[in-house]
């Protein structure tokens, strides 16, 4: 069944949420990327299974640098996305390898999930530049994954292609690797 036949998947903006570990990186990163590039047509948001209740600086210097406002950004449980009154995930994407393989809460409304594992910019090493680098470089391939997802039409196809293509986006590169 496509999903604009579905009736959850009519109701505004689609609504998706980025899982890590810790939410202090590469999930606050995917959110804001999100956020910037959707033009309305997603909400991004973000949590941890554990989160480490702060962002780490890099990321925060990183969303700086691209003119994104930090303010939204937190460290915070994915519990928070569970409750009645929050908002129902049409979309749940898994950007870190060990979120990927820990048992998630039931999300309402059934998401469609894929796994988006990109390597941790925070356990990066050496001189601060270096570091930065690895920050850089995880924005870059979420970013373009992200456009991949955003260039699907996801009105007019059904979920299980719909879901196989988002497995797929989960494989893709970075093009300027």
Request: proline letters at 7%.
């Amino acid at each position: 069944m496509p999903l604009a036949m579905n009736p959850a998947m009519n109701r505004g903006p689609y609504n998706v949420l980025f899982l890590c570990t810790a939410n202090s990186a590469r999930s606050i990163l995917a959110e804001a990327i999100l956020n910037k590039l959707a033009g309305g047509r997603f909400r991004a948001f973000s949590a941890g299974s554990q989160p480490r209740g702060e962002v780490h600086p890099m990321a925060i210097k990183l969303l700086q640098t691209q003119g994104i406002d930090s303010s939204f950004a937190r460290s915070k449980a994915w519990d928070e996305f569970t409750g009645e009154n929050e908002p129902q995930m049409d979309f749940i994407f898994t950007v870190c390898d060990s979120a990927a393989g820990e048992a998630c809460p039931i999300w309402p409304g059934k998401p469609i999930t894929a796994h988006w594992g990109v390597p941790d910019p925070a356990a990066a090493e050496g001189s601060e530049t270096d570091r930065y680098l690895a920050f850089v470089q995880t924005w870059r391939l979420l970013a373009h994954r992200i456009e991949l997802f955003l260039s699907l039409p996801i009105d007019r196809i059904d979920r299980l292609t719909l879901s196989s293509r988002l497995g797929e986006i989960g494989q893709a590169t970075n093009r300027e690797n």
